[in-house]
């Protein structure tokens, strides 16, 4: 077992006795939306895993510790700090060797999942290329995480602040099955379509866990991606679009480059859609949590 990593009793339990674990990401918790509404919807995504028989591992990083299942405390006192870096793969080796807190992004709660044996992680979106990538090579690390980390990642696809038939083309490029989950369309986050169609449509949960299986039994390395759409009553219209396009132009004009795009704009869309795009992001993540959950217990049960 890696030194560096803490897992929960519960999910340690868990793993040793062939249970489904589900891995939730950090970021979401510390940079993703105010208190106590950051916790509140932690503590929310983790019941929804239990109710479908799973048990959810939130991943972070508390004084250099990798840690697979927070505790109430330590959820906790992700929402309230100020003094957490967000931690990618990059990032980790500062973060642990000076005893630092970190949010893991998606890449880097794959890595801490793959190194602790969990084969299921539910997030929002995942990264992606992003406009204007030809110039500014700004191709996000979740990317090439999914190309050779073994975890399956069920999301509701992409923002379309990113390019999305460019990130659909990477990760084509990489050999990463890109899956729709009962749907043909890949989703763009806040909608349940985004112009362009998945690979193949998964019909239900047994299904997708096989898919995985199939994938690591014959030593294809790398995740997947399971697309799954925002429920339809919470989904958002097209003038979501025109918050993106002027969000996205004021980015421009402020020189925002890097790192602090994504913060900005998602901030930034809230505020022209008056919450609306927070209340669809909290609703999604809900979703993939229900379908994650019932992923991993399908995937538990082949072994069975």
Same mark, same amino acid.
């Given at each position: ?6 897992i929960n ?12 674990v589900v891995?939730? +990401? ?20 983790? +019941? ?12 972070? &990083? ?13 959820? +906790? ?23 630092l807190h ?35 090579? /700004? ?5 090439? +995480? ?6 399956? &990642? ?21 050999? &990463? ?7 043909? /369309? ?28 199939? $994938?690591?039994?014959? $030593?294809?390395?790398?995740?997947? &991606? ?13 003038? !979501? ?19 602090? !795009? ?16 927070? /209340? ?23 072994? $069975?």
């Amino acid at each position: 077992m890696n030194k560096y990593l803490d897992i929960n009793e519960e999910v340690k339990k868990a793993l040793e006795e062939g249970k489904p674990v589900v891995a939730l +990401e950090s970021t979401i918790i510390s940079h993703g939306m105010p208190y106590p509404q950051n916790v509140k919807t932690a503590r929310r995504v983790e +019941e929804i895993v239990r109710e479908q028989g799973a048990i959810p591992a939130t991943i972070a &990083v508390i004084d250099g510790r990798l840690k697979v299942g927070l505790t109430s405390d330590e959820l +906790e006192f992700f929402g309230q700090s100020s003094d957490i870096l967000k931690a990618s793969r990059r990032d980790l080796p500062f973060i642990i060797a000076n005893q630092l807190h970190g949010a893991t992004t998606v890449a880097t709660t794959m890595i801490i999942a793959e190194m602790a044996g969990i084969k299921v992680f539910v997030t929002g979106g995942i990264g992606g290329v992003h406009r204007g990538a030809s110039e500014t090579f /700004d191709i996000s690390a979740d990317l090439q +995480e999914l190309a050779k980390t073994n975890v399956a &990642v069920v999301c509701a696809g992409v923002k379309s602040i990113l390019d999305i038939g460019l990130t659909l083309e990477y990760l084509e490029t990489q050999g &990463v099955p890109v899956l729709g989950y009962q749907t043909k /369309d890949f989703p763009a986050f806040y909608t349940r379509t985004s112009g362009y169609e998945v690979l193949y449509k998964l019909d239900d949960a047994e299904v997708t866990a096989k898919t995985m299986k199939a $994938k690591w039994d014959m $030593k294809l390395n790398g995740g997947l &991606v399971i697309a799954n759409p925002v429920p339809a009553e919470k989904a958002m219209d097209d003038s !979501i679009n025109e918050a993106i396009e002027s969000s996205l132009l004021e980015c421009n004009q402020r020189g925002i480059k890097g790192k602090d !795009i994504t913060p900005f704009l998602l901030g930034r869309i809230k505020e022209v859609t008056e919450g609306k795009s927070l /209340d669809t992001n909290i609703a999604l993540v809900y979703n993939n949590a229900k379908v994650g959950g019932q992923i991993a217990v399908a995937y538990a049960g082949l072994d $069975k």
